[in-house]
């Protein structure tokens, strides 16, 4: 019955949004973190599968996920006519983890080439403040050399600013560094973490603009208020992130991002909707 209830709702969501009377333009295509739908599931008291089905009827066409997610969720997933927008590998290349890493690396590769992904985001882990410049600079170079078997087998690879301090892709200064020694890499640009590290998020989007191939939409509700609420209703300027990405010819994956939510479902719903919405004032 709370399926049912689920269901009926999205299908009043839809038909509103198709009397509008907007001018309508080529959809741009919208993701969803895996993490969100099991969130869904749990909020909403149904199946995986259930929370899948009402994300996907509310239109959302791919997911982001980690490489070594369940293969049984990636087949469901697959059955259920979700894209694979993007892959995601967090890597850890401190010494005493490069082992693992590299296996990681491996099954990264071999997920990719199995489940025809073409796009994976890379994810250095956090350091800690002691870390010696020599080991940062190994660090560089191990993920250098990914980078680089990535573009050799026809993989797109993307760092993201990452909100946190410690992090190697921490803001702008941080990602040329490392766009200087990984030149295969693109960004996967978050709008809420160069927010997030107090930079001008319409000017990051301005500088990194060629090498952006996967967009993290992302809303914080204020600056003092880092959470991340239904993309749009916060103070991220989303809407002119979305004009400029659509102005300019970007025509990758928007995966809609609200980790932390108690109404995850809720914010889905809002935030697909307020892109449409951007879209449909857009003339073609």
């Known amino acids: 019955m709370k399926t049912s209830i689920l269901f009926s709702a999205v299908a009043a969501l839809l038909t509103m949004t198709a ?9 741009q295509k919208i993701s969803i973190f895996f993490e969100h739908i099991e969130a869904i ?7 995986f599968r259930e929370a899948a089905q009402v994300v996907h009827a509310l239109g959302y066409r791919g997911v982001d996920m980690r490489y070594d997610t369940d293969p049984a969720i990636m087949d469901l997933l697959d059955s259920l006519g979700f894209e694979h927008s993007c892959l995601i590998t967090y890597l850890d290349y401190r010494p005493e983890n490069l082992a693992q890493t590299k296996e990681a690396e491996e099954r990264t590769l071999s997920v990719m080439r199995e489940r025809e992904y073409e796009r994976v985001l890379l994810v250095p882990l ?13 660090i560089i170079s191990h993920l250098a050399d990914f980078s680089v078997r990535l573009k050799e087998a026809g993989f797109e690879a993307f760092l ?28 996967a640009y978050d709008s809420g973490n160069f927010f997030f590290c107090g930079e001008d998020e319409i000017e990051a989007l301005d500088h990194f603009l060629p090498r952006i191939g996967h967009v993290h939409l ?6 003092e208020d880092l959470s991340c609420p239904a993309v749009g209703s916060g103070a991220v300027q989303i809407e002119a992130i979305v004009r ?3 102005a300019s010819g970007y025509d990758g994956w ?21 892109f ?9």
């Open 244 to 246: 400029k990405l659509i």
């Open 276 to 284: 449409r919405e951007i879209e449909n004032t857009i003339e073609n």
């Open 19 to 27: 009397c509008s009377g907007k001018k309508e333009t080529a959809e």
């Open 254 to 274: 928007y995966t809609m991002e609200f980790f932390g939510s108690k109404q995850m479902l809720e914010d889905a719903k809002q935030s697909i909707a307020f």
């Open 126 to 138: 956090p350091l800690a403040p002691e870390t010696a410049p020599e080991i940062i600079e190994d």
């Open 160 to 187: 993201e600013d990452f909100d946190n301090p410690r992090s190697l892709c921490y803001n702008t200064a941080s990602l040329d560094r490392l766009f200087t020694a990984c030149p295969d890499l693109g960004l």
């Open 41 to 47: 599931a749990q909020q909403e008291g149904i199946s």
């Open 218 to 223: 992302k809303d914080r509700r204020s600056a």
